[in-house]
């Protein structure tokens, strides 16, 4: 079983002030090579590589980070986009109700609205405020980030779009950058490895133990426990439960699901995040394009960009709840994240569709 080794705050891969410059330096040979990618070329965080703006086009922020997603309904319309290494959500819309709950130790919040995101703050350590000046216009957005420099979710600023739907509120923007700006706003940020959950290998769970659990689950949300209590990672148990409440399906599939679900406008459930936002799509989705590696979804309020290349497998999974079986699509990469999930629209208290468990049955098994 892995244990939770004391965090170390890492060695800085340039001197002083030698980050930036050889960022600039790989931007002459690849301009197109977004933020995220150069931090990955040059062995650094994003985090790390963004701070190096600071002053610049950046400013530090700090403060309750419960605060200020309060407050994040101020903006107006704007975009919001959380992100794993192999799904990309974004949603356009206004922040609506915001409620903060939990411990100090565990506070999350869920947001309701046209973005609907789980905001789990503990992973919540470094934020920014970017003001940059692109080919297309300023570009605005407040950008948080975990403790290992990887984004946690970002929140763009909108100019007004058709149909007569409002821009963001710069001036609110602005009021809320001001109200969290750091003191400190040297270019260097210290941070340190994720304290990961300790599992146990596959082959030490009480497979009979576990799976005995899971036929007993009254709601979705006691699957976490569930897998906290065993001991076992995600897909672990999604593997030791084949036969029972899950099967294996071909990855292709994933463009199978989408496409019905769009061409029969089907409302679905999409949940993708990174460790300190989930975000979600509730509603019937329109146009699906697969571009390179990518499988995306490009609505006018939302898009989903899927690299079909990281998925190393897909499941059906199945949990029993007290209003029936609950049936999701998850897919999952090479180092056992999961990357996405999908369901068919359900509020509590009402079963799923039995249109959704038709599609689900209908799609290629592995």
Known sequence: MSSIAEPKTSTPAYPAGRLRTAWDELKKT???????????????????LLATTIGDYTTKLEG?????????????RVMSLTRNEGCVLEHKGPFQK??????????????????????????WKFGFAV???????????IQIFDEAGSAVTKIFLVAPGPGNKAGSNQEAFDKLVHDFTATD?????????????PTKAIADI?????????ENMKDTHDFFGMLRKHQVNRLDAVVLAEGKFSERIQKAALKDLLESAAKDQLPIMVFAGSRGNIQIHQGKIQTIRVMDNWLNILDPDFNMHLREDLVESAWIVRKPTTDGVVTAIEAFDKNKEM???FFGLRKPGIPELEKWRTLVDSLPRA
């Open 98 to 123: 915001v409620e903060v709950m939990g411990p100090p130790a565990h506070r999350m919040a869920t947001v309701i609205g046209p973005i609907e995101t789980r905001v789990f703050f503990a992973a």
């Open 64 to 76: 309750d980070w419960t605060k200020l997603v309060e407050r994040l309904p101020e903006l107006g």
């Open 339 to 341: 990357i996405v999930q």
């Open 30 to 48: 690849k301009p197109t090579l977004r933020i995220r990618d150069c931090a990955q070329e040059l062995g650094v965080s994003e985090a790390e």
């Open 185 to 197: 706003q040297t270019t260097e940020i210290a941070i340190t490895p994720v304290r990961e959950m």
């Open 131 to 141: 003001k940059l000046q692109t080919p297309h216009g300023l570009q605005q957005s």
């Open 206 to 214: 009480d497979k009979g133990a576990l799976l005995t659990e899971w």
